[in-house]
């Protein structure tokens, strides 16, 4: 990560702090506003329903490696970090190449399939949750999180291994699906029973 990263507390989505409103909600961003109540992040991010498991999100600068989840409220992205030998917390190394390379979408030949089952197998590694560990809890441990209530959301296209999702008429961010194709279908499926979900899904 550069520079100063904080957490938009409108919309709960980690950003970098420029002018005076959010990039993300578009709400008035100030760094000296007081941070949300943990209860209110918890009633605000809801439950997780289901676990789409690692994935890359094509977005400069903020991490990008992570784990995605559908919550009772919407899309949670939650980052996944490395220790440093300080004990501070690094990004997730993703090398150029493969980074650029996943973004070209073509998942077709055996080393990009070898290398995104290794990117996937590092990510899922570092995501063990803590099954005590509340899940607003996990989520304000992770610096760079990303969180897109339904409320918001316009379109949601699934095309092969990446997932698209309109919101605010003309916001879309993009998140590069790592888990096999089964665990991601059985999550929309299982997604798809909750009413709120089911009219942006279908
Ligand atoms: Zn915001």
């Keep these: 990560m550069s520079g100063v990263v904080a957490m938009c507390g409108a919309c709960l989505t980690w950003i970098e702090p420029r ?4 990039h993300h909600c578009g709400e008035l961003f100030s760094l000296y506003s007081d941070d949300p109540l943990d209860r209110d992040v918890a009633e605000r991010l809801g439950e ?18 992570g784990r995605l989840y559908g919550t009772t409220t919407g899309w949670v ?37 070898k290398a995104r089952a290794d990117l996937a197998e590092c990510i899922g590694q570092k995501a063990v949750d803590s099954a005590e560990q509340p899940f607003a809890e996990l ?14 959301i316009q379109k949601i296209r699934r095309q092969r291994s990446v997932l698209r999702v309109w919101y605010h008429q003309v916001q879309r961010v993009e998140f590069e699906l790592l888990a096999s194709e089964k665990v991601v279908d059985d999550a929309l499926n299982k997604l798809d029973e909750h009413d709120a979900w089911r009219a942006i899904l279908s």
């Design 19 to 22: 002018g005076d409103r959010c």
């Design 48 to 65: 997780p329903l289901v676990d789409l498991g690692p994935v890359v999100l094509n977005r400069p600068r903020l991490p990008v490696a």
């Design 77 to 113: 992205f939650r980052p996944v970090f490395t220790l440093d030998e300080s004990g501070a917390l690094s990004q997730f190394p993703i090398p150029r190449r493969d980074r650029s390379w996943l973004w070209r979408f073509v998942p077709s030949s055996a080393t990009s399939g």
């Design 139 to 152: 989520y304000l441990a992770a610096p760079g999180g990303l969180f897109v209530p339904i409320a918001w």
